[in-house]
């Protein structure tokens, strides 16, 4: 998933308010633009490692993915590392 590399801003404490920035850049609601491509939930954005430890506890038994153009994939559940639907082709 990634390269680990933080992108966008930290969500902040759970005793403080959601900041603007927060909103506009994290997942879900920093997506730009939502597909479903062959089974795969694609979501195009800026996404990081963080964005998909918080799409795995949101699809608990998914397999999730940010892929090179930083985009966020959920694919269904199974074994081994899910395949980037951008390496499909």
Do not use: C
Request: proline share 8%; aromatic share 8%.
């Amino acid at each position: 998933m990634g390269d680990g590399t933080a992108g966008g801003p930290d969500l902040p404490d759970p005793r403080e308010p959601m900041t603007v920035e927060a909103v506009l850049t994290r997942w879900p609601t920093g997506a730009w633009k939502r597909e479903l491509i062959d089974g795969v939930r694609y979501f195009y954005g800026e996404f990081d490692q963080r964005d998909a430890e918080i799409a795995e506890r949101t699809y608990p038994g998914r397999r999730v993915l940010v892929n090179r153009a930083k985009d966020l994939e959920v694919h269904a559940g199974g074994a081994g590392p899910a395949r980037s639907v951008l390496d499909s082709s």
